[in-house]
């Protein structure tokens, strides 16, 4: 099954799909508009749970009208969700140019820092552990204790500073954004920053890097690139929960984040072990 906690930012995507971009005048045109589950914590953990895995999320919400769609949607999506609750749920608007390109400008809310106690008792029963950067008080403290029990522990680093590099050092494999592993010096500099972490970097439509190897990205037309990245992560974790390798874990999240941005859905198991196999014998 795989059995994963992710930790971290859950909010309410509002997403506009634009018929132009950049805006030509004072008013565009909007084709397409829905609310969606965003964060990279919750995006991650119901791509665990589209996987076939059974996702926990420790993350907060606003005693709200939107704090309640929240929670109903990751329940909705078969995640299981550990809100501590604050006065205003996070709210992003998402632009989506005609080339699937998304601009987003988040409403970080007003929320807790620290955690609730018991909050442990959510490590007894997963495999994986996976943190972003937006809560990162309850990061630094699960992985702590994840790291006393000795389970992997998955960091999205896609920020540079000296609290996401901390947090880095705590981590088993991190993944950077593009634009983390440049500010960085590369996925070479990653892995001599942190030495006992298996380290990669998601590079978009030039695919996934590590140091001495590289998968292609999917051949896919992009259709909304909004959680790409938390996908990716999603899919990650889930696979080091199933006890693959990282680099077959890499391999997975690649197929299952390019078919996420040409669909705008993660794909089910089956679907991508086909992929998988395509892959390996370079028909891609």
């Known amino acids: 099954m795989g059995r994963v906690l992710a930790v971290g930012w859950a909010c309410v995507d509002l997403r506009f799909h634009l018929e132009a971009w950049p805006p ?18 919750a995006v991650a953990a119901r791509t665990v749970a589209r996987l076939g895995g059974e996702a926990h999320l420790l993350s907060r919400r606003g005693q709200d009208r939107l704090g309640e769609w929240l929670e109903e949607a990751l329940r909705g999506a078969g995640v299981t969700p550990h809100l501590i609750p604050g ?3 996070p709210v992003s608007a998402v632009l989506v140019a005609p080339g699937g390109e998304r601009y987003i400008f988040p409403y970080r809310g007003r929320l ?13 029963e997963v495999d994986v552990v996976l943190a972003d ?4 008080e309850a990061g630094r403290m699960v992985f702590l204790e994840a790291r006393r029990r000795g389970l992997p522990r998955v960091l999205d680093l896609d920020r540079v500073g000296e609290e ?5 050092r705590l981590a088993s ?14 996925v070479e500099a990653l892995e001599r920053l942190f030495p006992e972490a298996f380290v990669a970097a998601t590079r978009g439509e030039e695919g996934v890097v590590w140091p001495g190897g590289r998968w292609q990205a999917l051949p896919v037309r992009p259709r909304d690139t909004t959680g790409a990245g938390d996908v990716f992560h999603g899919a990650f974790a889930w696979a080091l929960a199933r006890s693959f390798d990282a680099i077959k874990a890499l391999q997975i999240a690649n197929i299952v984040a390019g078919l996420y941005v040409e669909r705008g859905e993660v794909p089910e198991w089956e679907e991508v072990r086909g992929w998988m196999a395509l892959s390996e014998k370079g028909s891609l």
């Open 164 to 168: 996401a590099l901390g947090l880095a």
């Open 133 to 136: 950067l937006r809560w990162p």
């Open 24 to 41: 030509r005048s004072s008013r565009t045109e909007v084709k397409a508009y829905r609310e969606a589950l965003g964060g990279p914590a």
């Open 87 to 89: 006065e205003a749920t």
């Open 112 to 124: 807790p820092e620290g955690l609730e106690s018991g909050w442990s008792s959510l490590l007894d």
């Open 173 to 186: 494999h991190v993944v950077a954004s593009q634009e983390a592993e440049e500010a960085l010096g590369g």
